[in-house]
């Protein structure tokens, strides 16, 4: 079993910046991959970026390759998304997922944390 906590959500002005993060807790969540999606008011949940276990692989979707960046620490058993350049339509709550592969698709990933909201204003 692993549980995952999201904490960095806020209020930010479109351009800004914000580093969400993921702390993971089980004995064996450092080995699993972990991705970040998010759900805008109305709209169903997206996949928004991934990597694999060791760090090595990531994936991120079109709308904010080159704007955000994820990375992990399995010393510490934490996951991050640092988000530049953040735009309006980027409003949303950040779920931070693990699950055996690393992967785009949300029924892929087994283990979810509860959401942080991140609203952008313009």
């Known amino acids: 079993q692993v549980q995952l906590v999201e904490t960095g959500g806020g209020l930010v002005q479109a351009g800004g910046s914000l580093r969400l993060s993921c702390a993971a807790s089980?004995?064996?969540?450092?080995?699993?991959?972990m991705g970040w999606f998010r759900q805008a008011p109305g709209k169903e949940r997206e996949f928004v970026a991934s990597?694999?276990?060791?760090?090595?692989?990531?994936k991120y979707a079109n709308s904010v390759r080159g704007r955000f960046s994820i990375s992990r620490d399995n010393a510490r058993n934490m996951a991050y998304l640092q988000m530049n350049n953040l735009k309006a339509e980027d409003t949303a709550i950040y779920y931070c997922?693990?699950?055996?592969?690393?992967?785009?698709?949300?029924?892929?990933?087994?283990?979810w944390g509860q959401g942080t909201q991140v609203t952008v204003s313009s």
């Open positions: 990597v694999s276990s060791s760090g090595s692989v990531t």
């Open positions: 997922a693990a699950g055996p592969y690393n992967s785009r698709t949300e029924s892929q990933y087994v283990y």
């Open positions: 089980g004995r064996t969540s450092s080995t699993y991959p």
